[in-house]
């Protein structure tokens, strides 16, 4: 990330996909999203699937970067 000219000390808008055939699977996701000061940005119907993206403003080191997606994926498939 530092090789791209990320500044991961300093605080960034980070912007997280998460698409499934299911409305209702994706609001389970963001409802245990929200209290962790992330922001909806969109949940749309797109071509046939849904689309929820949430971000967050943030201080990631690719470390915790990794962790957060490892964390992530597990919360995709509850």
């Known amino acids: 990330m530092n090789n791209d000219n990320f500044d991961t000390a300093s605080i960034l808008k980070w912007g997280f996909y998460f698409y ?11 409802h245990g999203l929200m209290d962790h ?10 071509e046939g699937e849904w689309k929820l993206m949430v971000t967050k403003l943030d201080t990631l ?9 490892i964390a ?3 919360l995709a498939e509850f």
């Open 61 to 69: 080191t690719p470390l915790k970067l990794h962790k957060r997606n």
């Open 20 to 30: 499934s055939q299911s409305q209702e699977s994706l609001q389970k996701v963001w």
């Open 37 to 46: 000061d992330y922001n909806l940005e969109e949940l749309v119907d797109s």
């Open 72 to 74: 992530f994926n597990e």
